[in-house]
């Protein structure tokens, strides 16, 4: 007998008939001999609808970050009732829990909560009377009781925070696509399913733009040393296990390629050439609360320097008038922005051991005469930043002639 935690999302429990099918797919894992602790989403849309909801209430203005974590984990609580109702339709025992009730304790950042501790003793007590566990993702609840919410994607954090806390024997992710693949087969037609990848590997494509698993889910799983296995909500296949890196076998050169459309860059010219210079420009974006991801300095005989770096494409608009200032203070010649762009990566554990990879790459994007404007990289990861008109392009050429070749 296995214990096992089941996360399903939002497209998975996105209508009755939906909920119905995730409640046999429960069902049978229950009656294999399985512990099952199903984790769920709100169903498709109900946490945009919610949001839309907060927003009309204040004007368009950004609500209050407590209550609209109280009105948004309202989603998530209509779907574990509902599952909990269809299984016990089925005649097995079942019984919902929310984050506070599951004991899922966070810090108080309300909207992007941290997970501080989870005590499993309720859930283990009804575990060991035969109950399936139906859990609410993405919501905790701090010190003083209020509720939290973990960001978007954070079911699949609280699914694998669960399964680690438990000590379960795999968590399992399903989704609308049965697995993780080696591009977008929307974009790269030849683009094939793997069977296990590293939880390196999968760390750097979720941080760069697969929306298979949210980035925090893998560290959590890398962390507990949690299997998960990403499945089809809609066929029962196998997917793709994620694993520690000694238990993959197939070691791809290039594992795979994503691109993530959603950055803006940013450059501050000819700014003093000095030590502070990089803390006065970064030390603002931060208090923001605006993430930086790639950072290139270029310098100047003239005793200047060009600061150019990525921020998230939502909070371009924020990072560019922070920048404009911060540059007005330092006497930048110009402040420019480029919202136009994406970021192309490719990622591989055998990049570790293979010289001329990155060599190989920049040929491919010349002869597609694709420019590259910044590059980063990493002992397993390269990416590139190029004009976004080119990203699909970018994708289909590299993994033709990167993924396919080490495969």
């Given amino acids: 007998m296995a214990l096992i935690v089941q996360k399903f999302g939002g497209t998975s429990v996105g209508d009755v008939d939906r909920i119905r099918n995730v409640a046999r797919r429960v069902v049978a894992c229950q009656e294999e001999g399985h512990q099952v602790v199903v984790c769920v989403s709100a169903m498709a849309g109900e946490t945009n609808s919610l949001d839309a909801l907060a927003r009309a209430i204040c004007d368009d203005a950004s609500p209050e970050p407590r209550e609209f974590d109280a009105l948004v984990s309202t989603g998530e609580q209509k779907t574990i009732a509902l599952l909990a109702m269809a299984i016990q339709q089925m005649g097995h025992p079942a019984r919902s829990f929310t984050g506070a009730q599951m004991g899922m304790e966070t810090d108080s950042s309300h909207t992007r909560a941290r997970i501080l501790s989870i005590d499993t003793d309720r859930l283990r007590s009804f575990l060991e009377r035969g109950f399936v566990c139906v859990i609410a993702g993405f919501q905790g609840v701090d010190a003083e009781g209020s509720i939290t919410t973990l960001g978007r994607g954070g079911s699949d954090t609280s699914a694998v925070a669960v399964a680690a806390a438990l000590g379960a024997d795999v968590c399992e992710i399903y989704t609308d696509v049965d697995g993780v693949y080696t591009a977008d087969p929307r974009v790269a037609e030849d683009a094939r399913k793997l069977s296990k990848i590293s939880f390196e590997e999968m760390l750097e494509l979720a941080s760069l733009g697969a929306k298979v698993l949210q980035t925090r889910s893998v560290k959590f799983a890398m962390r507990y040393g949690v299997p998960i296995h990403v499945r089809s909500s809609f066929v029962s296949?196998?997917?793709?296990?994620?694993?520690?890196?000694?238990?993959?076998?197939?070691?791809?050169?290039?594992?795979?390629?994503?691109?993530?459309?959603?950055?803006?860059?940013?450059?501050?010219?000819?700014?003093?050439?000095?030590?502070?210079?990089?803390?006065?420009?970064?030390?603002?974006?931060?208090?923001?609360?605006?993430?930086?991801?790639?950072?290139?300095?270029?310098?100047?005989?003239?005793?200047?320097?060009?600061?150019?770096?990525?921020?998230?494409?939502?909070?371009?608009?924020?990072?560019?008038?922070?920048?404009?200032?911060?540059g007005g203070e330092l006497n930048s010649a110009s402040v420019e922005g480029d919202d136009s762009i994406a970021k192309v990566s490719i990622v591989g554990l055998g990049m570790k051991d293979h010289a001329g990879v990155a060599t190989k790459m920049f040929d491919v994007l010349a002869r597609e005469n694709i420019n590259i404007q910044m590059i980063s990289t990493s002992e397993i990861k390269i990416s590139v930043v190029i004009d976004e008109a080119f990203a699909d392009g970018a994708v289909k050429a590299l993994h033709e002639a990167l993924v396919r070749e080490s495969a």
């Fill in 237 to 326: 296949d196998e997917g793709t296990w994620i694993v520690p890196e000694e238990d993959v076998m197939e070691r791809l050169v290039v594992s795979g390629v994503t691109c993530n459309a959603n950055e803006a860059k940013i450059r501050v010219g000819h700014v003093p050439d000095q030590p502070g210079i990089a803390a006065r420009l970064f030390t603002p974006l931060g208090e923001a609360g605006i993430v930086v991801d790639m950072i290139v300095q270029n310098f100047a005989s003239d005793g200047t320097t060009d600061m150019t770096f990525t921020v998230p494409r939502a909070d371009y608009r924020r990072a560019l008038e922070i920048a404009e200032r911060v």
